[in-house]
């Protein structure tokens, strides 16, 4: 029998990378975990959620203080945002949650770890400077990076992205946002509430393209209302840098062209791969653009190389990279054969208000042709929204025929974290009943699921059929009021 060095070695140390190596070393795999970057934590904690994130409340309290009178309060006098500060800010929330991710950490955890640029010799082998390592399984974590897409004139324009966008040396008086995906949209609200002039360039006819129109739209008029500019519907022909900024031509869904000037152009178009140098194809791992291809147990056409995470291009999200590990170590460490399932894979869009998902949406089921009811609630009918001044958005549960939740959507204030309800509600396949019948504390956001689910279950309980059958058995006397 071949002996490899390692049980398992892992290309990448980001969300997926990190949870494969955890769990696979505490399980007693001998474990090698390679990163390029001298660091742990991958793009979300460099480059992604953690500094958007921090990103974002700062320019909620930034937007809070522009609206204080309308709390009641005295107006602030605002002064202009100096961004090294809002960096610094983001720095040190990174490097809190660095320590966690630490190499020492991993270290303690049984973790062997290696920087550089790791490159297939044969598909048990990868060379590291110069120097071979084996091992039994791999598991390919790699990532992606932004996408950027092939515009005349880009190649020798200035740009940034989601990498420099978080360590801008000021704040950019005016931006083009190229892409209206979650992160375009969740920064051009950001960017807008701190002082910058945003337009966002779409090239489909609505943003965040893979929610239902209506809340798509109903963020868009929010971040309107805030002041951002979209162009839907728009092409991008040509950018070039001009005295004083940059420049990019635009085809418009009215069919003209338009000329937009910026100081700085954040492309947001997209993500691919990250799976250059890796030399896969000479160990016949399969990929296309999107990412490494593999089945549901998270294995390559190479039964022992997994891949997990952002770099199989299908749902990039921290949590899914993180789910994927996980299915990465039953089957390859634990032996248990364990499948990836997405039914209620949810997610959230930062932007204020949140937009949160899970199951089914209207366009989802429609394409699936599954047939389905429809229930909406308001978030001005709820109190505690309306105490918080926060009384936009609305929650719309789809029902199957047989009245089980197959998805919510929730545009409102702390969508993402409304949605865990039904994320337990869903995976435990707990019925509405129970949801509507559970105590909610009063006065809460979270109230709203529960008046979902008894706004459909009183239309049964209070029907005529219940009225008639209450009036014949106990002799109720009917209505008291005409
Ligand atoms: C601006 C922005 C905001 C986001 N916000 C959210 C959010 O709010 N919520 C959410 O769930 N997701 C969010 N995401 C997505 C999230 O960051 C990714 O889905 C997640 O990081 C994917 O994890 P991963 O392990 O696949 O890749 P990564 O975390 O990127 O890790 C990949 C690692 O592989 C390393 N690597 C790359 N190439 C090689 C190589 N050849 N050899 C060795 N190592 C290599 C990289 O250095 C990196 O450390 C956001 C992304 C961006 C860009």
Excluded at 19 to 36: E, N, P, V, W
Excluded at 242 to 256: F, K, L, P
């Amino acid at each position: 029998m071949a002996v490899y060095d390692f049980d398992i070695g892992i290309l990448g140390g980001g969300s997926a990378g990190l949870t494969i190596a955890s769990g696979s070393a505490q399980l007693g795999a001998k474990t090698l975990l390679i990163d390029r970057e001298p660091r742990l934590g991958g793009d979300c904690l460099h480059f992604g959620c953690v500094p958007s994130k921090t990103l974002i409340m700062t320019s909620r309290v930034r937007h809070l203080m522009n609206n204080a009178a309308g709390f009641g309060l005295p107006g602030v006098k605002m002064t202009p945002v100096n961004f090294p500060d809002v960096s610094a800010r983001i720095r040190s929330v990174i490097d809190t949650i660095q320590k966690h991710d630490s190499p020492e950490r991993f270290c303690n955890l049984g973790v062997r770890v290696e920087f550089g640029d790791p490159a297939f010799i044969d598909d048990h082998t990868i060379r590291l400077d110069g120097r071979p390592y084996t091992a039994k399984n791999w598991a390919i974590a790699t990532g992606s990076s932004p996408l950027i897409p092939p515009i005349q004139g880009l190649e020798t324009t200035p740009f940034i992205t989601n990498r420099e966008l978080f360590s801008l040396g000021h704040l950019p008086e005016s931006m083009i946002i190229l892409g209206g995906g979650p992160i375009g949209i969740e920064m051009s609200q950001a960017f807008c509430r701190l002082g910058t002039k945003v337009t966002v360039v779409q090239h489909g006819s609505q943003i965040l393209p893979k929610e239902d129109k209506d809340m798509a739209d109903y963020v868009m008029q929010i971040l309107h209302a805030e002041g951002v500019v979209f162009y839907l519907d728009s092409q991008i022909i040509s950018a070039r840098d001009s005295i004083g900024g940059r420049e990019v031509d635009v085809s418009t869904a009215e069919g003209g062209t338009i000329t937009l000037r910026a100081k700085v152009i954040l492309i947001a178009t997209g993500r691919t791969p990250n799976i250059a140098g890796l030399r896969l194809e000479s160990i016949g791992v399969e990929s296309d653009k999107k990412g490494i291809k593999v089945d549901n147990r998270m294995r390559t056409g190479r039964k022992h190389i997994y891949a997990a995470g952002d770099v199989t291009g299908r749902y990039q999200f921290t949590h899914a990279a993180g789910y994927e590990g996980g299915i990465v170590v039953s089957n390859a460490i634990f032996h248990l054969p364990r499948k990836a399932d997405y039914t209620f894979l949810p997610w959230c869009t930062y932007t204020d208000p949140e937009l949160a998902s899970i199951g089914m949406n209207e366009k989802r089921a429609k394409e699936a042709g599954i047939s389905y009811s429809l229930w909406i609630e308001e978030f001005r009918d709820n109190d505690r929204s309306l105490a918080e001044g926060e009384g936009t958005g609305k929650l719309k549960m789809l029902l199957d025929q047989g009245g089980k939740p197959i998805g919510i959507q929730i545009l409102g204030a702390h969508a993402g974290e409304l949605i865990s309800e039904w994320v337990a509600a869903m995976n435990g396949n707990v019925k509405l009943m129970t949801i509507a019948g559970a105590v909610h504390p009063y006065p809460t956001l979270a109230e709203i699921n529960k008046k979902v689910a008894g706004a459909y279950l009183s239309k049964k309980i209070f029907s005529d059929t219940v009225k008639k059958g209450l009036a014949f058995f106990f002799d109720l006397k009917g209505r008291a009021c005409g």
